[in-house]
């Protein structure tokens, strides 16, 4: 007997952005570990990967982030 049940049917208006079809699903259709979200909506989800890349910029140049260059602090 299983602990924990697999939960097949999301939420209506659930998005989530699979990374390992490279799909948009409504509903945890595959594992945690292979989608992104959820999003309120399937556009938010289409946009999963370039709102990350946008965030990953952002962070790889923000300067609180990078230790100070010549040992300062």
């Known amino acids: 007997m299983a602990l924990f049940k697999k ?4 939420k209506p208006g659930e998005w ?3 990374l ?3 799909k948009v699903e409504e509903g945890p259709d595959c594992p945690g ?3 992104m979200g ?3 909506s399937r556009p938010e989800a289409e946009a999963a990967m370039r709102t ?3 965030r990953n ?3 790889e140049n923000d300067p609180r982030w990078h230790d100070r ?3 300062e602090g």
């Open 7 to 10: 939960r097949t049917v999301g």
């Open 52 to 54: 990350a890349a946008e």
């Open 16 to 18: 989530y952005y699979c």
């Open 38 to 40: 959820p999003y309120a």
């Open 69 to 71: 260059a010549g040992g």
């Open 33 to 35: 570990k292979d989608r």
């Open 57 to 59: 910029l952002q962070w």
């Open 20 to 22: 390992e079809h490279r």
